[in-house]
């Protein structure tokens, strides 16, 4: 089994900046891309940034630089600095890894984290 678990999604004022984690646990034998998506309530989900295992990035349009993807492989974990949020980038926001598990180190599936909320106050 594998788990994501996301955590630092808060309350925060427009302008401000948070850090998000996510931390990828269990029969892991390696981890392929990771990504953050994001959905508000009542619009589809949509990816936020990914990063490969060697650490190219790729952001959606809305970022426009205010966004920073990083990843530490040695701790199976992936994290999303966030900076000049504004009130449109609230959301929950979810994790998402291509990972070789243990048992199948050939053939790696896709696991998703139950979310972290962010809420940006004008």
């Known amino acids: 089994q594998v788990q994501l678990v996301e955590s630092g999604g808060d309350l925060v004022q427009a302008g401000g900046s948070l850090r998000l984690t996510c931390v990828a646990s269990?029969?892991?034998?390696?981890?392929?891309?990771m990504r953050w998506y994001r959905q508000a309530p009542g619009k589809p989900r949509e990816l936020v940034a990914g990063?490969?295992?060697?650490?190219?990035?790729d952001y959606g349009d809305f970022v426009k630089g205010r966004f920073t993807i990083s990843r530490d492989n040695a701790e199976n974990t992936v994290y999303l600095q966030m900076s000049s949020l504004k009130p449109e980038d609230t959301a929950d926001y979810y994790c998402?890894?291509?990972?070789?598990?243990?048992?199948?180190?050939?053939?790696?599936?896709?696991?998703w984290g139950q979310g972290t909320q962010v809420t940006v106050s004008s």
């Open positions: 990063i490969t295992s060697i650490g190219r990035t």
């Open positions: 269990g029969r892991i034998f390696r981890i392929n891309d």
């Open positions: 998402n890894a291509d990972v070789y598990s243990s048992s199948s180190p050939l053939r790696f599936q896709p696991y």
